[in-house]
């Protein structure tokens, strides 16, 4: 790595987990990198000794020192389109992200342990631990990282690492070119981050770069968006209604079909829901590639513990469940969560919806809000335009109003779900705040 950036001058740009993540592997590498970033605090930052790096500089971009790095390590949170980075990469600044640096040191090793990857605008983490339970399930060590949450160079510190399951969102994706992946899976393409991509077109075409130099690539049959726009060498279509992966009916129940053959009875998952069902498959397909076997497939659909704020029960009170989907935070989402979980409510479905909803359009809201839930409760910055789509709507000003209300209106056989279809920012720190704040006022209120 020290060869790669030999007598080049290197900079980090962005400085949260995966940027410090970068920063610890470079000088492990014998890179001494120059630090930057937007903001005047940095958390995490006093971990570095700054006589081991070329400067840490804090606060607005200098578009001239950019232009001075050979190579600027960008961390996915930070738009590139800003014109300070657009200055740089016009003078012949190089511009890739962490997980290129991950590519570019696999690929230099003998030997290099597989990697599969999973993108999609919705169902990625789980997908991602799922496959990662699966092939650890069938005795495999494999490692869950990306944008899930361990950066993926901090990954490569752990030792004996059989395969890498990577979560690649769409910024990660941008920045990535070397890549080489057993497996690669786009799950679906609804619209999403279109504040930055600026785009359908151009966020699809982000999701696509997942393809680049897979050996197999696993897409959304029902979603053409997902379909890889180059060739592969080898690929495979998902759907519930399908013949190789699918849902079929054995021996008088209904059965996950996994390559070509039934698997495990629907009743078995500990998964709920139609798109769980989708993402089950679609981790089997990446998991077999990656070396798992059919046996521990089925041992890890009946014990994965699905991730918080996923579709998961806060509260069973009276026969009223209350889920929180905090993680729902585009469109592509929430409708996922209501197109899963309808057919499992005998009462009334009231959803609690609302947030900053990044620029989208919500009107493919509509016809769900109108036909499938009874009861819409909105907050937050674009809760309005989501209350405006269906008659008799509730705009309320907080997360607790809002469990009230519902809590008030429930009976027996409903189901009360948070799958906001927005992101969190205007109100909470982050989704999981979100989740968290919805779990406690729900148990107040049942108190």
């Known amino acids: 790595m020290n060869k790669l950036f030999q007598g080049k001058k290197v900079a980090v740009l962005g400085l949260g987990v995966s940027g410090l993540a970068t920063v610890r592997f470079l000088l492990k ?21 700054p006589e081991k790096v070329d400067g840490i500089y804090l606060g607005e971009l200098d578009a001239n020192r950019l232009a001075q790095m050979d190579v600027i390590l960008v961390s996915p949170g930070l738009d590139t389109n800003q014109p300070a980075i657009r200055f ?5 600044t190089q511009l890739i992200g962490d997980v290129e640096l991950f590519a570019l040191y696999l690929n230099a090793q003998p030997k290099p342990p597989a990697v599969v990857a999973i993108t999609g605008s919705n169902g ?46 769409s910024f990660q994706l941008d920045t ?19 504040d930055r991509h600026g785009t359908m077109a151009a966020y699809a075409a982000a999701k696509q770069r997942i393809f680049q130099h897979a050996e197999l690539a696993v897409y959304n049959a029902d979603d ?10 080898a690929a495979i279509a998902i759907s519930l209604d399908g013949m190789d992966y699918g849902v079929v009916q054995h021996q008088g129940e209904a059965w996950l079909q996994v390559a070509g053959a039934p698997l495990l009875k629907l009743t078995e998952m500990s998964l709920v829901g139609r798109h769980n069902q989708f993402n089950a498959l679609a981790a089997a397909a990446v998991a077999l590639a990656a070396g798992a076997s059919r046996e521990g497939l ?6 994965y513990q699905a991730l918080p704020h996923r579709c998961a029960l806060v509260a069973n009170h009276k026969g009223v469940r209350f889920i929180n989907d905090s993680k ?62 269906v008659p008799g709507a509730v705009q309320v000003a907080d997360l607790t109003a809002a469990v ?9 056989g409903d189901l009360v779900l948070l799958s906001p279809a927005c992101a969190s920012l205007d109100m909470f720190k982050n989704y999981e705040e979100r989740g968290r704040l919805f779990s406690e006022a729900v148990q107040k209120v049942l108190v």
Do not use: W
Request: charged share 15%.
């Open 298 to 303: 089925v041992q890890a659909l009946k014990t």
């Open 29 to 49: 590498q014998g890179v001494k990198p120059t630090l930057m970033d937007t903001r005047l605090k940095v958390g995490g930052l006093e971990t570095i000794t």
């Open 176 to 194: 990535t070119y070397s890549l080489k992946l057993k497996a690669a899976c786009n799950l679906n393409v609804t619209e999403d981050h279109l």
């Open 404 to 412: 009230k209300y519902a809590a008030s209106k429930a009976t027996a």
């Open 328 to 389: 729902a935070t585009n469109v592509g989402a929430t409708l996922a969560a209501i197109a899963g979980l309808r057919a499992e409510v005998s009462g009334q479905l009231i959803l609690i919806a609302g947030g900053d909803g990044k620029g989208a359009d919500f009107t493919e809201l509509a016809a769900v809000l109108q036909q499938q839930v009874d009861l819409v409760i909105t907050l937050g910055k674009d809760g309005p335009a989501i209350a405006a789509l």
């Open 88 to 92: 740089a990469q016009k003078q012949g």
């Open 124 to 169: 990625k983490s789980t997908v991602t631990t799922l496959v990662a339970h699966m092939l650890s399930c069938s005795g495999l060590k494999a490692i869950a990282a990306g944008n899930i949450g361990l950066a993926v160079l901090d990954a490569l510190q752990e030792n004996e690492v059989q395969v890498y399951v990577l979560e690649l969102s």
């Open 224 to 233: 053409s968006l997902t379909k890889p726009a180059q060739q592969v060498p």
